[in-house]
């Protein structure tokens, strides 16, 4: 680099020309962006209830129209039922997600009237993953982030596919963000 006031070669990372004192303007670092990481939606498992509920509805209302001796409108409705059914729990299952940054973890919750909380990496005191012996089985878990800006404030991700993974993905972000 050269100096702008009178030309002389400065010295790497100089703040000041050593011939005429002026100040050296530093090229400003670029704009580090956020960036998404990942997002996460809780599992099918999670809505295991609603789902056999809407299966059996289905089953119901295929037997009733294939049965000739009883009513077609009875058959038409469970069906409609279960179609409804499945459908709010699919909408439930998009209303939950939990998204991962390269600065914040943030829980989106609810259809219509949102919810929305946010925790800085930076500000990660502890990830705990929980596993009960089904979602061990089916390749489910829970992971719990803490807070170290206050002991209430906990983000819990239930019932999401290979919690060892995202918790490690947690881990190095938030070793990356603190670096």
């Avoid at 997002?39 to 059996?56: C, G, K, N, Q, Y």
Wanted: glycine residues 6%; hydrophobic residues 45%.
């Amino acid at each position: 680099m050269r100096c702008g006031q009178c030309g002389a070669d400065l010295a790497q990372g100089a703040t000041f020309c050593s011939r005429c004192g002026t100040r050296v303007m530093q090229p400003r670092p670029a704009e580090v962006r956020e960036y998404a990481l990942s997002r996460i939606l809780p599992s099918w498992w999670h809505f295991t209830r609603e789902l056999l509920v809407a299966f059996a509805l289905f089953l119901g209302g295929a037997y009733c129209l294939g049965v000739p001796h009883l009513d077609n409108r009875v058959g038409l409705a469970l069906v409609l039922l279960a179609v409804v059914v499945f459908g709010m729990a699919a909408l439930a299952r998009r209303s939950t997600s939990w998204s991962l940054t390269s600065d914040r973890l943030i829980e989106r919750r609810g259809t219509f009237a949102n919810r929305r909380r946010e925790m800085e990496l930076a500000d990660v005191r502890s990830i705990e993953v929980d596993q009960s012996f089904f979602q061990r089985l089916l390749g489910l878990g829970d992971v719990a982030v803490a807070s170290a800006a206050s002991a209430e404030f906990l983000i819990r991700l239930s019932d999401i596919p290979n919690p060892e993974e995202v918790a490690e993905m947690l881990r190095r972000a938030r070793l990356k963000r603190l670096a």
